[in-house]
């Protein structure tokens, strides 16, 4: 992976992170009602409203998103590399735990969650291949 294509894949996940961070921190309530949007309801239908969870989990999107954000920015390999593995370790779980709770979905919404949150994790692995070029991680 070139550092232009780890950049560029950083700033897409920032992107989508201050989407879902921002959206949380500034209207935690219209998030759990409305997330992802569009007529979509993909919170609330997961249990009772905590203003403290969707608070906190917006923060971290928000944080992971600055940090993808700052290594975009300076491009330094390592700090590209850090950022898209702490991408990873957050959708792992994310991805799994979704994965194993899509009964209170319809077929478009199952699917369009998947390819949401496995997109994610595929972007994040992208960062962590090594440039062929250079032979580095």
Do not use: C
């Amino acid at each position: 992976m070139s550092t232009r294509g780890q950049r560029v894949i950083l700033l897409v996940l920032a992107a989508s992170g201050l989407y879902v961070g921002l959206w949380g921190l500034v209207d935690p309530a219209a998030f759990y009602r409305s997330f992802p949007g569009f007529g979509r309801h993909w919170v609330s239908v997961d249990g009772p409203y905590n203003e403290h969870l969707v608070r906190d989990v917006a923060a971290f999107y928000t944080a992971v998103a600055v940090l993808a954000i700052v290594a975009a920015v300076v491009g330094e390999r390592r700090l590209m590399w850090t950022a898209g593995l702490t991408w990873v370790v957050f959708s792992i779980p994310h991805l799994g735990y979704h994965a194993a709770h899509l009964d209170h979905y319809g077929t478009f919404d199952k699917v369009a969650n998947m390819a949401s949150l496995g997109g994610t994790l595929l972007l994040a692995a992208l960062v962590l291949l090594p440039d062929r070029q250079k032979g580095r991680t």
